[in-house]
């Protein structure tokens, strides 16, 4: 029988020569170049698969290339077109007057909103006063009044607008045909706005040039969209009726969220109306029932002060609660 000493030799023999197998199994590849060249066999058999997908690649590539530079292009006029002067503000309310005529408006304005003051018994501050909100801050309000519901009624009607486009693609009917059945069938100010685009493409502008333009005056994300799409495919190809049908959806669907969140802040709205006419809805009941009680405020100095600072601070509070009630999305 043997010793004890025999049989944990021999066992550790056997380990040893296990760990050594394995180790010259998993290292010989290593040391022996094979791993080397299975990888360059593999290298060499893939080459020309590798260059098929490249080159099958490279359209695709280029294709999105283009798409990438139109839309920085685009997005690059467009920021350098948000310095907006006070004729294209008139063209996107849809005026036909011109500045010299809304500056003389303004000014006769502010001079029938002094006057009642001052015929009111008031001092030349409140009579100052009133003539600069009458003369800058009124017209201003007018206006942006008129391009906001301008707007309005464009988004209105656009993505039916973008639906024509698309059924006339799809039954062959080239771009500036439909364009022109745009201007001649649908409500302003789509209408309008579409023959203007029409009468650029008959002088001879680019399509591109043209959108652009038309972005200029109806500066809405929707309008953006539209002319990205059609420019890129002007570059590039590409099914344009898909496209358009896809951003026909686009455009509903962000009007029925601006419905959703109009109507969401529609109570926030009616309350900050409520807090912000009760002031002057007191005050107006006030004179009415006690007309000496509140002349201290139009005869003496301190009360032209404090009606100052009310209006102020009354301007402050009516901005922030419109901050506070107005979305971006």
């Not at 290292?27 to 022996?32: E, Q």
């Not at 024509?164 to 500036?176: A, D, E, M, T, W």
């Not at 685009?197 to 309008?223: N, T």
């Not at 896809?246 to 009616?270: C, G, I, M, P, W």
Request: hydrophobic fraction near 50%; glycine fraction near 6%; charged fraction near 20%.
């Amino acid at each position: 029988m043997p010793s004890p000493e025999f049989i944990q030799l021999a066992a550790v023999a056997v380990v040893a020569l296990a760990v050594g197998s394995a180790v010259y199994m998993f290292a010989l590849p290593y040391f022996s170049g094979e791993r080397k060249a299975e990888k360059r066999k593999s290298t060499i058999a893939l080459g020309p698969a590798r260059t098929r997908i490249k080159n099958a690649a490279q359209p695709l590539q280029m294709r999105k290339k283009q798409v990438q530079d139109t839309i920085k292009e685009l997005e690059a006029k467009q920021q350098a077109q948000r310095r907006v002067t006070l004729r294209t503000k008139l063209i996107r309310a849809g005026l036909s007057i011109t500045p010299r005529t809304y500056y003389l408006l303004s000014a006769a304005l502010g001079l029938f909103g002094a006057l009642i003051v001052l015929l009111t018994g008031s001092g030349p501050i409140v009579a100052l006063l009133a003539a600069f909100v009458c003369a800058f801050g009124l017209p201003r309000l007018i206006l942006s009044r008129l391009i906001k519901r301008r707007q309005e009624k464009f988004l209105f009607e656009f993505a039916n607008a973008v639906d024509i486009i698309v059924r006339g693609v799809k039954s062959g009917l080239p771009l500036s045909d439909c364009l022109r059945v745009i201007a001649t069938e649908m409500p302003e100010p789509i209408k309008s706005e579409f023959i203007d685009l029409v009468e650029q493409q008959k002088v001879g502008v680019p399509i591109s040039r043209a959108f652009e333009r038309m972005y200029e005056r109806m500066p809405l994300q929707e309008v953006s969209f539209f002319a990205i799409v059609v420019s890129i495919q002007a570059q590039t190809g590409g099914n344009l009726a898909e496209t358009l049908s896809n951003l026909s959806q686009v455009l509903r669907d962000r009007y029925r969220l601006h419905a959703k969140v109009k109507t969401f802040s529609a109570e926030a709205k009616v309350s900050a109306m409520i807090i912000g006419s009760l002031p002057p809805l007191v005050m107006l009941l006030v004179f009415l029932t006690a007309p000496d009680y509140m002349a201290l405020l139009w005869t003496e100095e301190l009360g032209n002060i404090l009606l100052i600072g009310s209006g102020v601070w009354m301007a402050i509070g009516i901005f922030v609660m419109r901050k506070m009630i107005h979305f971006d999305y």
